[in-house]
């Protein structure tokens, strides 16, 4: 079995170790794709730490972009050569949740221990997330691909994979934003500058960016935040309604993992105002709320997986943005860095001043 260099996490917590491992060759309705670029989400982070358990060794990394290299039989509108996006969202076809529309919530379990990845001697690696894309090469189902443009930059290209389409899906899909509607964004990170895209292209009539960096709420002004909230504040909601003319937003789209800013997100939202959850916060977290509130004056709560996105539908039409200039990309690339220096880059991503670094393979 043909070998490649991949990051593996041996242990929960500790630094990821470049090393090669095996790769099958692609199956019935798979194609492997050599990799151009791989972006660092906090999703990754945390998986490595142990967030979510999960089985070891895995190689994690999921927001990706390169070539089709091969292909496996019962392949249909993919070749060789072809420039793709790889993402997680790996997705039947056939089960009521693919049937209804909902790819994301696929029902089908998928065995990612046995799958194409081994280590080099041959025992069990995980492919988490169904890609495995810490690594030079990846091998994955069809329906986790997208074609797009050449001429597109891969590691501007890779970011479309996740980030982008958690946060625009988010705002477009997930809360199902219409025109003229006041949206709260709770954290300016890589996600939440695309949920500001989200609110921005979906017609929202003012977008507040609350966050604890000054630096973050200058950017999301570059992105379509009309307003900016510092979380440090005693009671942050009391300026987000100062901004909103008075009143709660109509959708408040909480894009960290983190258990406050759950806490706080019904202060912002106004009377049928409905939270997006989007952030994933630590197996076992949990956040309280007045439910009895929430249901005098209508208030909902949303959970968002990755936009909600049907990517054969979504991408084509965010990557049409890009070109037309409407949605940013590059701006969203803070650092480049090299497969062996990827702990240095999960560090940076961990002090929370990047917006996205990316891992550049060499060919």
């Known amino acids: 079995m043909p070998t490649i260099k991949a990051a593996v996490c041996h242990e929960f917590g500790s630094p990821l170790v470049i090393e090669d491992v095996q790769l099958a060759a692609p199956r019935t309705g798979e194609v492997e794709v050599t990799l151009d670029a791989v972006a660092i989400c906090h ?66 379990p998928y065995d990612a221990v046995n799958g194409p990845l081994k280590t080099a001697d041959g025992a069990p690696l995980m492919q988490a997330m169904a890609c495995g894309a810490f690594a030079e090469r990846v091998v994955v189902d069809q329906r986790q691909i997208v074609k797009i443009p050449s001429e597109i930059a891969k590691d501007v290209a890779a970011l479309i994979s996740c980030g982008v389409i958690t946060g625009v899906g988010a705002a477009v899909n997930a809360a199902k934003l219409r025109a003229g509607e006041d949206v709260v964004v709770i954290g300016a990170g890589g996600v939440g500058l695309n949920a500001i895209q989200g609110a921005r292209i979906a017609g929202a009539r003012r977008i507040v960016a609350v966050d604890l960096s000054e630096e973050k709420l200058e950017i999301a002004k570059e992105f379509g935040a009309t307003h900016t909230v510092l979380g ?43 939270m997006v959850m989007i952030g994933m916060p630590h197996s076992g977290a949990k956040a309280s709320y007045e439910p009895v509130i929430m249901a005098a004056i209508g208030q909902g709560m949303i959970g968002s997986k990755m936009g ?55 060919r």
């Open 43 to 108: 999703s990754d982070i945390s998986f490595a730490e142990g967030a979510w358990g999960g089985f070891l060794p895995a190689v994690y990394g999921h927001e990706a972009a390169g070539v089709i290299s091969a292909v496996g039989d019962n392949v249909q509108g993919f070749a060789a050569g072809d420039s793709v996006v790889v993402t997680l969202i790996r997705s039947c076809g056939s089960c009521p949740s693919c049937a209804g529309g909902a790819p994301t919530l696929c029902e089908t």
């Open 232 to 274: 440090r504040l005693d009671a942050p909601w009391k300026a987000s309604y100062k901004a909103l003319g008075g009143r709660g937003a109509d959708v408040v789209l909480v894009t960290v993992g983190a258990i406050p800013a759950y806490e706080q997100a019904t202060r912002y939202l106004g009377i049928g105002g409905r």
């Open 308 to 362: 909600d996105v049907v990517i054969q539908r979504d991408i084509p039409w965010m990557v049409d943005l890009y070109q037309q200039g409407r949605l940013k990309l590059d701006e969203l690339i803070s650092g480049r860095w090299k497969l062996e220096d990827i702990n240095a880059a999960i560090a940076d991503t961990k002090t929370g001043s990047a917006r996205r670094n990316v891992i550049l393979f060499d």
